[in-house]
């Protein structure tokens, strides 16, 4: 599946997508949150990137642009779930360990959070778009549209909303440019953090 401007993601380049992940996320508040130390970040960052980006290539999408410089991954409608049996074969399931103890605890809060969110903001059916990352010296150039153009056009024929979160105030207008639109801001416990959950109904 292709389309503006983005192509789907042949396995054998996940190991190089989720350095480019590692790269776009490096400076997001989040993850600066949950891990201040720059060596250590980078490690859990770029093992946890190759896990999504497992999970999603067997149970969702992923596009990346021609050029290697961004990546979109996606679950279809019902694909939060996250059965256990799919988090074990992910390799997911060693995340605490991986983190440690006190950045996990801190991730475990706003996964707590973004969790209710969901629950909350978003309808029955939804396309999650669990990551999109462009490399920090190819954005601002129009790639993070194209790669949402896939899934925004199969999600308006199917007729079915799109949902995903930020803790990037910057952010909310690229998002607000495709037509998602903030159905909540919520502070995360125990930080300075804000989470905009987000949701783009079909056109």
């Known amino acids: 599946m292709n389309g503006g401007g983005a192509v789907s993601l042949d396995p054998s380049l996940a190991g ?64 939060m779930e996250l059965p256990p049996l799919r988090i074990v074969t992910s390799g997911l399931l060693a995340m605490p360990a991986v983190f440690g103890p006190a950045p996990y605890r801190r991730f475990d809060r706003y996964l707590h959070v973004s969790g209710i969110l969901r629950q909350e903001q978003a309808p029955e059916k939804y396309w999650y778009l669990w990551l999109l990352g462009v490399e920090p010296a190819h954005q601002g150039k129009g790639i993070g549209g194209s790669l ?24 909310l207008d690229f998002y607000g440019g495709h037509g998602f639109r903030v159905t909540s801001q919520v502070a995360i416990p125990g930080s300075e953090l804000k989470t905009w959950s987000m949701l783009r109904p079909p056109v």
């Open 16 to 79: 190089r997508c989720a350095g480019l992940l590692t790269r776009a996320f490096m400076s997001d508040p989040l993850y600066i949150h949950v891990q201040p130390v720059e060596d250590r970040r980078r490690r859990a960052l770029t093992w946890m990137h190759g896990r999504v980006l497992r999970y999603c290539l067997r149970h969702g999408m992923v596009h990346v642009s021609p050029g290697m410089e961004g990546v979109a991954c996606w679950l279809p409608p019902g694909g």
């Open 148 to 171: 949402l153009q896939p899934v925004l056009a199969e999600s308006d024929a199917a007729g079915v909303p799109c949902y995903t979160e930020t803790e990037e105030e910057r952010n």
